[in-house]
């Protein structure tokens, strides 16, 4: 089965980091983990980082200087350093990617990995 697994959330104090990772597991054909997302209560889902496969990435103007996305190409992980948390972080963070199935592209997401900031 071809899925993408998150782990590394918890509760952390303001100031504080966590290492968030995406494992893709399975076999599939380009299979990779490129984006993190998160979605806050009462808020809809947002991109907070991606990392494209030139190595560029980007990020929500709200985690640039805090946040780096990652990629370990013999883990096949996607991670996300989290530095400086700050309250408005708290969130369910999801990664997205896919895999290529005949020349279509299947889009994945992983279940979530909960991320509380508070003191």
């Known amino acids: 089965q071809v899925q993408l697994v998150e782990s590394g959330g918890g509760l952390v104090q303001p100031g504080g980091s966590l290492r968030l990772s995406c494992a893709a597991i399975g076999s599939a054909y380009h299979l990779a983990a490129k984006y993190w997302y998160r979605q806050a209560p009462g808020k809809q889902r947002e991109m907070v980082a991606f990392?494209?496969?030139?190595?560029?990435?980007t990020y929500a103007d709200s985690v640039k200087g805090r946040f780096t996305i990652s990629r370990d190409d013999a883990k096949n992980t996607l991670d996300l350093q989290m530095n400086n948390l700050k309250f408005e972080d708290t969130a369910v963070y999801y990664c997205?990617?896919?895999?290529?199935?005949?020349?279509?592209?299947?889009?994945?997401w992983g279940q979530g990995t909960t991320v509380t900031v508070d003191s």
């Open positions: 990392l494209s496969d030139f190595g560029t990435t």
């Open positions: 997205k990617g896919g895999y290529s199935d005949y020349g279509e592209y299947v889009e994945l």
